[in-house]
């Protein structure tokens, strides 16, 4: 067990609906970050957020977006969906140090599978 | 950018016979490397790490790694290998400090035969 949890594990829903994704971090982890695994582009880096401020931002579509609250947990969401937005979304957390030169481990969650039908 | 290219995405090999998955890394700035292993329908777990200390790196289950700078490569190997080893395997890298994103490989998919 890494210590993140993501909710929910499984999600099927229409194209042009909107969703939300859940993450709990590893008690204490400052950072989140949030990746997209799907069969024709592997994984990819979504967003990274640091103690509730966006640090880093990867290939993510206009439809989504994420924000992480004063309890550090962080939500995902993804609107307007579209077939190819069916994947694998996977949540990861790092570091209690607030020093961004130290580096520390990012532990992976489970995942939500992510089905657009 | 860092990058990292997997080579092979499938690799078979025969139970109790040698391990070896390849990695190779494009960085501008020293990297630092991993590998992830993926179990189905599981998230990632690390395997192990290079952050610049040991170029020869340990891991769980039996895995090793090394960096070589020259050949800008990080292989995976494991001496034996064991039917609970079959999983994917990616090689992601980031940049020589802390709290950056991971660039992941391709993944390379280990299947074991009896």
């Known amino acids: 067990d890494s210590g993140v949890t993501q909710t929910p594990k499984h999600l099927i829903t229409a194209t042009g609906q909107r969703v939300t994704l859940r993450c709990s971090p590893r008690?204490?982890?400052?950072?989140v970050y949030w990746y997209q695994q799907s069969l024709d582009q592997g994984l990819q880096f979504l967003i990274q957020?640091?103690?509730?401020?966006?640090?880093a931002k990867g290939n993510i579509l206009e439809r989504f977006s994420a924000q992480q609250f004063p309890d550090l947990h962080s939500e995902l969401n993804l609107s307007s969906l579209e077939l190819g937005d069916s994947a694998l979304y996977f949540c990861?957390?790092?570091?209690?140090?607030?020093?961004?030169?130290?580096?520390?481990?990012?532990?992976f969650g489970q995942g939500t599978r992510l089905t657009v039908v | 950018a860092q990058s990292v290219t997997q080579l092979g995405s499938h690799v078979s090999v025969s139970e109790g016979a040698l391990v070896l998955l390849r990695c190779n890394y494009s960085?501008?700035?020293?990297?630092?490397l991993f590998w992830y292993v993926q179990y189905p329908n599981q998230g990632l777990q690390l395997l192990l790490k290079?952050?610049?200390?040991?170029?020869l790196v340990k891991g769980i289950n039996g895995f090793e790694a090394e960096f070589k700078k020259s050949e800008t490569s990080f292989h995976l190997t494991k001496p034996s290998a064991h039917m609970s080893d079959a999983a994917e395997y990616f090689c992601?890298?980031?940049?020589?400090?802390?709290?950056?994103?991971?660039?992941f490989g391709t993944g390379t998919r280990l299947t074991i035969i009896p």
């Open positions: 990861a957390s790092s570091t209690r140090d607030s020093s961004p030169l130290m580096y520390t481990e990012a532990f």
């Open positions: 008690s204490g982890d400052l950072s």
């Open positions: 957020y640091y103690n509730g401020e966006e640090r």
């Open positions: 960085s501008s700035v020293p990297p630092y």
């Open positions: 290079y952050t610049s200390a040991a170029t």
């Open positions: 992601a890298v980031t940049k020589g400090f802390g709290n950056e994103k991971l660039t």
